[in-house]
């Protein structure tokens, strides 16, 4: 079963709603809604840990698959899960992969790459997660206010510096 099945599956077993749920996790309504309707293998881990943590259940249990140590990365002293590769891993672990034709498996391992380009740019995902708990007029201020921070060269990237964002 996929991410959104097994969230509604729960949902049932422990008596509750999503709305239930948005209240008690603190998750919007519409996040959640758009988990299940979506039904698909993976949303952000931040939104795993925190309905599973409502819940009190594991991740393996809401994922559909295991979570293994090696699939924890250590990052900003805190700990991230790349859930698509983590479900990727699963996969791999549970034999799936082996009867994708080979050029199947070369654009597979190719999108992946892709994904995990996407996926391991945490300041992105850390902004767009304070972002999205903001109201309408919260997110035209900070819109307003990043716009004001990209006036100042202090704090503008250095064209020519590929190295800049260091730390």
Same mark, same amino acid.
């Given at each position: 079963?996929?991410?959104?099945?097994?969230?509604?599956?729960? +949902?049932?077993?422990? !008596?509750?709603?999503?709305? &239930?749920?948005?209240?008690? $996790?603190?998750?919007? =309504?519409?996040?959640?809604?758009?988990?299940?309707?979506?039904?698909? #293998?993976? $949303?952000?881990?931040?939104?795993? #840990?925190?309905?599973?943590?409502? +819940?009190?259940?594991?991740?393996?249990?809401?994922?559909?698959?295991? =979570?293994?140590?090696? &699939?924890?990365?250590?990052?900003?002293?805190?700990?991230?899960?790349?859930?698509?590769? =983590?479900?990727?891993?699963?996969?791999?672990?549970?034999?799936?992969?082996?009867?994708?034709?080979?050029?199947?498996?070369?654009?597979?391992?190719?999108?992946?790459?892709? =994904?995990?380009?996407?996926?391991?740019?945490?300041?992105?995902?850390?902004?767009?997660?304070?972002?999205?708990?903001?109201?309408?007029?919260?997110?035209?201020?900070?819109?307003?206010?990043?716009?004001?921070?990209?006036?100042?060269?202090?704090?503008?990237? &250095?064209?020519?510096?590929? !190295?800049? &964002?260091?730390?």
């Amino acid at each position: 079963m996929a991410l959104g099945t097994n969230l509604k599956e729960i +949902l049932k077993q422990k !008596n509750m709603t999503i709305k &239930d749920l948005s209240k008690k $996790a603190g998750i919007s =309504v519409n996040t959640l809604y758009s988990i299940t309707k979506r039904d698909g #293998k993976m $949303a952000r881990f931040d939104i795993i #840990k925190k309905i599973c943590e409502t +819940l009190e259940i594991k991740e393996s249990e809401l994922l559909g698959f295991d =979570v293994q140590p090696e &699939d924890y990365e250590e990052q900003n002293s805190r700990r991230n899960l790349r859930v698509y590769e =983590v479900h990727r891993n699963s996969d791999l672990r549970n034999g799936y992969i082996s009867n994708i034709p080979p050029t199947q498996k070369e654009l597979i391992q190719a999108f992946t790459g892709m =994904v995990e380009d996407i996926t391991d740019n945490n300041k992105h995902i850390e902004l767009l997660s304070h972002f999205d708990n903001l109201n309408d007029t919260g997110k035209e201020k900070a819109i307003e206010q990043v716009e004001l921070l990209t006036k100042i060269p202090e704090y503008k990237k &250095d064209p020519g510096n590929d !190295n800049q &964002d260091q730390e």
